[in-house]
Nanobody, 132 residues
Framework: VQLVESGGGLVQAGGSLRLSCTAS????????IAWFRQAPGKQREGVSC????????YYSNSVKGRFTISRDNAKNMAYLQMNSLEAEDTAVYYC??????????????????????????WGQGTQVTVSS
């Protein structure tokens, strides 16, 4: 599957942006989708993920309550709605995908804090800059 991010840009602190991830190639609906970000001089970190059946969503503590992940399997797209943006959210944001269904305690699960090696497919990234 090929992934292309869009929607990044420059926004003032407190503002909002919606990132989009457009997928092409193999059936999008079978993939778990995640958003990662990488700030200058820092490791890439998981921000949010959503399972293929949309049954489970996970967020990092740093964005919980401010960001919302969603997907539209009919359109082969995933989204990251980012509200109440802070200067610390400045980073390149990446869309990633994997095709390995996972369960934990009977619930669909997707890796986030385990690192980016869990995901096989990546977009090129989109820059988000939040001015304070």
């Amino acid at each position: 599957v090929q992934l292309v991010e869009s929607g990044g840009g420059l926004v003032q602190a407190g503002g909002s942006l919606r990132l989009s991830c457009t997928a092409s190639g193999r059936p999008f609906s079978s993939y778990t989708i995640a958003w990662f970000r990488q700030a200058p001089g820092k490791q890439r970190e998981g921000v949010s993920c959503i399972t293929s059946d949309e049954g489970s969503r996970y967020y990092s503590n740093s964005v919980k309550g401010r960001f919302t992940i969603s997907r539209d399997n009919a359109k082969n797209m995933a989204y990251l709605q980012m509200n109440s943006l802070e200067a610390e959210d400045t980073a390149v944001y990446y869309c990633a995908a994997e095709n390995v269904p996972r369960w934990v305690n009977g619930r669909r699960w997707c890796p986030l804090s385990e690192g980016d090696s869990e995901y096989d497919y990546w977009g090129q990234g989109t820059q988000v800059t939040v001015s304070s």
